[in-house]
């Protein structure tokens, strides 16, 4: 999924997603140097989900065990 960043108002940027929605994004969510019209690239990544799951379990395992 991509943003536009349209404009900045305050705290916050207005961002055009591709089906023409405009978002209210808290600036301090973005990259330090976004700008007016930068695209942001916005996506899951697996892998990192999948890593941050198993630490989770792995740490859980470590609290209970029996």
Not at 6 to 34: K, S
């Amino acid at each position: 999924m991509k943003w536009i960043i349209d404009r900045f108002e305050g705290d916050y940027a207005l961002c055009e997603i591709e089906n023409g929605t405009v978002l209210n994004v808290p600036r301090n969510a973005l990259p330090e140097n976004a700008r007016e019209g930068d695209v942001i690239s916005v996506f899951i990544d697996i892998g990192e989900t999948e890593n941050r799951k198993s630490n989770v379990n792995k740490l859980m395992n470590d609290l209970f065990v029996d």
